[in-house]
RNA sequence: GGAGGGAUGGCAGAGCGGACGAAUGCGACGGUCUUGAAAACCGUUGGGCCUUCACGGGUCCCGGGGGUUCGAAUCCCCCUCCCUCCGCCA
């Protein structure tokens, strides 16, 4: 959510940054007359408020002095006054929400780095790391689910059975090769970041916060009768872990790291991607995240991208950085980096990891507050999260870029540990 | 699922229609004393919104929402959550 105030002050500058994302700022318009109706009407209540209880107090003196037979005239002033405040009240709060329901579907501002474009076109590619996407061979030029289906290592027919499409089922080294994955970015993260097993199912609040909901409501999944919604990230939870709560300064920055299953509908993307493992609605992914002060932020941004690529480069992978352009990051987001592995198989960059700073957008929607270091006051916190691990789009560029000209699938030396000795899949 | 009990400041815990944003205790912070520390004593100690250059002023918040009243932490209604017992269950 913006900052009402920063609305109000400065609204060229909001106006500017929502227009660099090529959003409609007409709505800006409206809250800021919603927004100074708002104020007036709530000065002249709290006006009206005032009056009443001064009225009250000399209605009370007038009791405890025997004299309360003088008190009718009051009480009459004050019974009038109090059906104005009523009414006022009631506008005033129908205004509040007609602000808070825009302000809830407006966007980020996107940071001043952020590259300026339309769409995915424009994002600006960083660099390009690992084997040069033309080095692989031939044996490696298989697409992930024909390997999966000659290795017996995923079974996308019986999980549609269990499911419907779009999910998957993953047996013996495959399922081994899920866990394994996570483990790893696991346990390459608990050094700083708190390990946290959130739950997976939450309430709409918690789905608000974090800018998933309202504007995104096709995208989740929601328990109706229990009115909670499947988490499409742990992202979810974490960012709602701290919630209505004021963090010390010299507790900051606080590190989490988390392994769920996510689930999206993926409403948007019928007939897209329906091969594999390119895009299912529930997957295993391990996400890590930090609360921070504004001026942490940015090492916080570079410490949490040099975690989530350090993991693909040692895997051994061909991946690009990509710094997200204003028509493509994510609605809650101020700027994003994404890491794409080349998969040879389907030969496609996949994107794997999603590395966002969020400035005090999902905190303000959460709450998250710290007590600055100088005491005075509070303040609204940064966020930043990234995907440690994605499993999905990982598992499918593995097998493609360690098939071996036998068929069989070699197990990277990171994972070896995870593995007992087994150096080969099938 | 059934039956009871509860929700007040960082914590504990009073208040049960008027002077209550709220006693008291603990904790925390500042000070006095001390070579230093402890003890003792004194003081400070929530948040939101609006307004003001500022000092300040106004208003709201005692789990959430509605109601009664001139006036609600206190009375009434609804909801949520927590605890205890019973049932069920991994």
Same mark, same amino acid.
């Given at each position: 959510m913006l900052d009402l105030r920063l609305i109000r002050n400065e609204p060229d500058l909001v106006r500017a940054g929502l227009a660099r994302r090529g959003e409609d700022t007409s709505v800006l318009d409206e809250v800021i007359a919603l927004d100074a109706e708002h104020r007036s009407l709530t000065a002249r209540r709290d006006g009206l408020r005032a009056e009443i209880r001064t009225i009250s107090n000399q209605v009370g003196a007038l009791h405890r002095e025997q004299r !309360? =037979? &003088? +008190?009718g005239a009051l009480q009459e002033a004050s019974r009038a006054l109090g059906a104005e405040e009523k009414e006022l009240d009631a506008l005033s709060d129908a205004l509040q929400d007609e602000i808070t329901q825009r302000l809830l579907r407006l966007p980020n501002l996107p940071a001043a780095e952020c590259p300026d474009g339309?769409? &995915? +076109? =424009?994002? @600006? *590619? *960083?660099r390009v790391e690992g084997p040069a996407p033309d080095s692989y061979q031939p044996y490696q030029r298989v697409p992930h689910w024909e390997i999966a289906e000659q290795l017996g290592i995923l079974d996308v027919e019986r999980a549609v059975k269990l499911s419907g499409s779009m999910f998957v089922m993953y047996r013996g080294a495959g399922a081994r090769l899920v866990r394994a994955l996570c483990q790893l970015a696991i346990d390459r993260n608990v050094d700083l970041y708190e390990e946290i097993r959130p739950p997976t199912l939450v309430r709409t609040d918690t789905m608000v916060s974090t800018g998933h909901l309202p504007k995104f409501v096709d995208e989740a999944y929601h328990m109706e009768r229990d009115d909670l919604w499947a988490i499409p990230t742990a992202e979810v939870p974490l960012t709602s872990l701290g919630r209505d709560e004021i963090a010390a300064a010299? =507790?900051?920055p606080r590190r989490f790291v988390a392994h769920t299953s996510c689930f999206r %509908? &993926?409403?948007?993307? !019928?007939?897209?991607?329906? %091969?594999?493992?390119? %895009? @299912?609605?529930e997957f295993d992914k391990v996400e890590i995240l930090a609360y921070c002060t504004p001026d942490q932020a940015a090492d916080l941004h570079a410490e949490i991208l040099h975690r989530a690529e350090s993991i693909i480069a040692e895997l051994g992978f061909t991946y690009r950085l990509l710094d997200l352009c204003t028509g493509d990051i994510g609605n809650s987001a101020a700027r994003t980096f994404d890491i794409e592995v080349y998969a040879p198989g389907a030969d496609q960059w996949l994107e794997v990891s999603s590395v966002s700073w969020f400035s005090d957008y999902q905190a303000r929607r959460a709450n998250l507050r710290y007590r600055p270091e100088d005491g005075t006051g509070t303040a609204v916190l940064h966020t930043l999260n990234g995907s440690a691990l994605a499993v999905p789009r990982v598992w499918a560029a593995l097998v493609e870029v360690y098939r071996q000209p036998d068929g069989t699938v070699a197990v990277p030396e990171l994972l070896q540990p995870y593995f007992r000795g087994q150096t080969t899949i099938g």
């Open positions: !309360a =037979d &003088e +008190a339309d769409g &995915e +076109a =424009d994002n @600006v *590619v *960083v010299p =507790d900051l %509908r &993926e409403a948007g993307s !019928a007939g897209k991607d329906t %091969r594999g493992l390119l %895009r @299912v609605h």
